[in-house]
């Protein structure tokens, strides 16, 4: 294969080296690809440019795995919508290679809060805030393109060097909602390139997978097990905490059924892997 990743960063450098391990060609698509590893080829290149089909290597698989430089709408419409929509059309200038498989990686976060009830690939996306909107509006431009396409959606993205969480665990900031439970769906970012990998390779992959682990938990049982692990104090609940979060239990179901296993199929896993890796720094 030979492989375009369009926003080479933390998901997609990951992907891009399991690729290279494989013997494929792979280039990583970034306004400054300076810091890309060095198995991965460098294309300095912005989604937005109007000259972006004259920059493409001659890929024909594209994984689209960009994320928004800021948190507001704007941010979010430059990425999820234009940046889709210029690559979509970049990609079918005259003479290029065909484009045999586009992976988009988008979010659960299309999904409406469904107050703790199971989700799949079935259920309404209904997204409430203008992420998971903009998010479903770039699905759409890559679904409804003239090639292959498959949508990956994430869940929460964790591994090494996001060590916030555990920070705040281990320094007893993390605090507990009083009206719970409220549910957290969670995948490591080795299983989240791994699973990139697998929809690249499956022979004929569906138009959307759910991309969590195995196991939805709540987010206070989280926190305590972290605790447990780390050695710390048992987060306290909080009566005052508000829950500015969605809460539902996002299932992988289907990306399992399509033969991909978790190498962290719980967070209890991908978690402890990552305080061993630092106890033996």
Not at 11 to 23: A, E, H, I, P, W
Request: proline share 9%; glycine share 8%.
């Amino acid at each position: 294969m030979n492989v375009l990743i369009a926003g080479c960063g933390y998901v997609g450098s990951r992907l891009g080296l399991l690729l290279r391990r494989d013997g494929h060609r792979v280039w990583g698509l970034r306004r400054d690809p300076s810091g890309l590893p060095s198995d991965i080829e460098p294309v300095a290149a912005d989604l937005l440019a109007e000259n972006l089909a004259s920059r493409l290597p001659p890929a024909d698989r594209i994984v689209y795995a960009a994320s928004a430089d800021g948190r507001d709408p704007d941010a979010y419409r430059r990425v999820y919508v234009d940046g889709v929509r210029n690559l979509v059309e970049a990609l079918q200038a005259p003479g290029r290679p065909p484009v045999e498989r586009f992976v988009f990686v988008s979010s659960t976060a299309v999904y409406a809060d469904t107050g703790g009830d199971w989700v799949d690939e079935t259920s309404p996306t209904e997204p409430e805030n203008f992420r998971g909107t903009t998010v479903l509006e770039g699905e759409r431009l890559v679904l409804d393109a003239p090639f292959s396409s498959t949508v990956l959606r994430l869940g929460g993205i964790y591994g090494p060097g996001r060590t916030r969480l555990l920070e705040m665990v281990r320094e007893g900031r993390a605090r507990c909602p009083a009206n719970g439970p409220i549910w957290s769906n969670r995948i490591h970012r080795d299983d989240a390139a791994r699973a990139l990998h697998h929809l690249l390779e499956l022979p004929d992959p569906g138009p959307v997978y759910l991309g969590v682990d195995e196991e939805p938990t709540p987010i206070c049982q989280v926190y305590r097990e972290l605790a447990r692990m780390l050695g710390a104090p048992e987060p306290e609940v909080d009566p005052e905490l508000s829950r500015r979060r969605s809460n539902k239990r996002c299932s992988s179901r289907l990306l399992r059924a399509s033969g991909f296993t978790f190498r962290y199929p719980t967070f209890r896993d991908g978690y402890q892997a990552m305080i061993d890796s630092a106890a033996a720094e």
